[in-house]
T-cell receptor
Framework: EAGVAQSPRYKIIEKRQSVAFWCNPISGHATLYWYQQILGQGPKLLIQFQNNGVVDDSQLPKDRFSAERLKGVDSTLKIQPAKLEDSAVYLC?????????????FGAGSRLTVL | DAKTTQPPSMDCAEGRAANLPCNHSTISGNEYVYWYRQIHSQGPQYIIHGLKNNETNEMASLIITEDRKSSTLILPHATLRDTAVYYCTDIFGNEKLTFGTGTRLTIIP
């Protein structure tokens, strides 16, 4: 089966600019996650969607980050305005409806550099 | 804060078994042990999970101690492609998957 697709793979912007990342999960996967991974650290959950509804966005910095999952398929994560500390890899992951195991499939990530 | 403790780095000779330890000091009775790994420039990849019994799949074996306070991931015949950061965690049901800083495993030719 096709994996989780993310784009762009790399993005360089200046601080205070905006950026958007796109994720296409595995077909049929109802649950979608966005994680942020700062260099040298493990991934940190930002937001979880179940179909097109938000399940958990408690770790999302809502003053500058936003995410949506229209029609319960693709998702977009936006940062506006970006700060230097937003430099990180943004990982998207998807999961079938929970079936007894927390097996997530991750995309390759989008690497953001804020100058 | 991470729920588990892992050594920051380990080396293993190619072809030998790699044994990666993890301490689960706060694990409760219904929490499963999960292992993921992250190869350079890729997203994390699921390896294996278990509750009490030892588990084995095509990728690895998982040994969980009787008190469940520690687990060991075993890669029986390590190859250069196994060089990665390995993460262990323990979660209940559909609780959110969280990651610590993991163990950076380097396979030496």
């Amino acid at each position: 089966e096709a994996g989780v697709a993310q784009s762009p793979r790399y993005k360089i912007i200046e601080k205070r600019q905006s950026v958007a990342f796109w994720c296409n999960p595995i077909s049929g996967h109802a649950t979608l996650y966005w994680y942020q991974q700062i260099l040298g650290q493990g991934p940190k959950l930002l937001i979880q969607f179940q179909n097109n509804g938000v399940v958990d966005d408690s770790q999302l910095p809502k003053d500058r980050f936003s995410a949506e999952r229209l029609k319960g398929v693709d998702s977009t994560l936006k940062i506006q305005p970006a700060k230097l500390e937003d430099s990180a890899v943004y990982l998207c992951a998807s999961q079938l409806q929970y079936s007894g195991a927390n097996v997530l499939t991750f995309g390759a990530g989008s690497r953001l550099t804020v100058l | 804060d991470a729920k588990t403790t892992q050594p920051p780095s380990m080396d293993c000779a190619e072809g030998r078994a790699a044994n990666l330890p993890c301490n689960h000091s706060t694990i409760s009775g219904n929490e499963y042990v999960y292992w993921y790994r992250q190869i350079h420039s890729q997203g994390p990849q699921y390896i294996i999970h278990g509750l009490k019994n030892n588990e084995t799949n095509e990728m690895a074996s998982l040994i969980i101690t009787e008190d469940r306070k520690s687990s060991t991931l075993i890669l029986p015949h390590a190859t250069l492609r196994d060089t990665a950061v390995y993460y262990c965690t323990d979660i209940f049901g559909n609780e959110k998957l969280t990651f610590g800083t993991g163990t950076r495993l380097t396979i030496i030719p």
